[in-house]
Structure formats: structure tokens, C-alpha cells
């Protein structure tokens, strides 16, 4: 099995519409005040100054399927019904994590102590836009690798979402990864830190099923209660 491969994602693009989603936000029918899109303009900008986009990736092979298992060379497993069926044909998974580091929560945390409520929300909501982003930067990275050696990908998915309930297999994702390369270490109930963080998987080879135009939200129970749904197809 190769070694990680590590990569200093570009800063991403991350636009006001951008923050509206990930705050929650609807302002089709009554637009902010001009002086609240100031301050959220600001918050972007020190948001950006705050994080460090970086990834890990790595292939890991798989040695047979079950109803709603895959099984991993070296003996290991993960359980998701939806991950067979979208990567059971596959020839190996990406595993994948993606983090912005641990000074922008620092920064909220100091927000919420000082009384800054408004900024520590903003803030925040600023950090999963950034952690979004960052993500897609990844995911069209490990599609253009792939591509060069003939193969295609699946859609990402990852545990603690509703089609994948269970939070143990993010041991076997940071294990394989080898994630505190990149500073990602898990908490007691298997909770990823820095928490602006992601860990997920896609199934990659040739022989992959039609699902042209899906995400892992389309699937999820959350997505209507979900400001992240479809993060960045949506405009306010």
C-alpha cells in the first residue's frame, strides 16, 4: 500500500452566498442591512487569514463485499449499506480527510467568551464554508489523478451522516490514513478534531455505477434541515 499523499489546498473562493447557506440564512424575501454585509464581508476576510486548507489521501484496496459491508485488505471493514451500492464494484477506495486547522474555532471560542455571539456565529458558519470548499478543491484533485491513470470516482460519502450511522468506522478512515500527519486526531466517541475537519471515502476504478449528478446528500435523512445541503448550488 502506497503512503498518504498530502496536499496544501489553495485557498478557496468562498462568496457571501456562500455564508448565507451555511449560517441558514433566506434573504430572498427581506435582504440583510447593508452594515450586517459589511461585517460579514469582514468576517470572511479574517476567516481567511485564520485557516490552513490541507488534505491526505490515500488508496486502499478492497477485498470483498457483503449485504451492507466492505471488507479492506488487511482484514478491516466498513459498514454502510449505501457505500456497497454506490462503491461495491469499485476496484479500491479513497479514503480522503480534509481540515482548515484549529485557529478559527480558537478564534470562536474567544468570540463566545468575550461576549461576541454574532461574530462567533458568523465566524463559524465561515469555517464550514471554508471546510466545504476546501473539500471540493480535494475531491477534484483525487478525480484528476484518477483520471490520469484511466479511472473514475464515486461521490464521496463519509460516517455520521444518515446512511452511515456508524461514527467507529472513522477509526478505520483516520488508521489507514494515517491522519495526525495532517493533525486530525478522533475524541473518545470517535468525533473528528480540529472540528472544521472531514473524512470520507469514494470509490474509485472503471466498473463503478450510473449515478451521474448524485451526492451523499440525496441520500441523507438530514438534507432538509441540513444548512450544507448541496453547499454551494444554492444562492440566496
Known sequence: MKEPTIWEIPL?????????????????KSPPRPGMVGL???????????????????????SGTGGQE??????????????????GTADKLMFFAVTIGKDLEDRVDYYKKTGKIFQAFVLDAAGSAFVAKSSMSAVGKIEEVCRHSGREITFPLGPGH????????????????QAD?????????NIIIPRKSIAMVTGVGQNLPDMKGKTHCDFCDR??????????SKRC
Not at 478557496?12 to 430572498?28: K, N, R, S
Not at 468576517?43 to 489521501?57: F, T
Open 223 to 232: 438534507q432538509k434541515n441540513c444548512n450544507m445541503n448541496k453547499f454551494g
Open 181 to 189: 500527519k495532517i493533525g486530525l486526531h478522533l475524541t473518545d466517541s
Open 162 to 177: 444518515s446512511y452511515w450511522t456508524s461514527l467507529e468506522d472513522m477509526q478505520t478512515i483516520v488508521h489507514f490514513l
Open 40 to 62: 460579514r464581508h469582514q468576517i470572511l476576510e479574517e476567516a481567511a487569514a485564520l485557516i490552513c486548507p490541507i488534505a491526505i489521501w490515500r488508496e486502499v484496496g478492497i
Open 70 to 87: 466492505l471488507f479492506l485488505e488487511g482484514g478491516q471493514k466498513l459498514t454502510s449499506r449505501l457505500l456497497v451500492k454506490v462503491a
Open 12 to 28: 478557496p473562493e468562498v462568496t457571501l452566498d456562500d455564508l448565507f447557506q451555511a449560517e441558514g440564512a433566506d434573504y430572498l
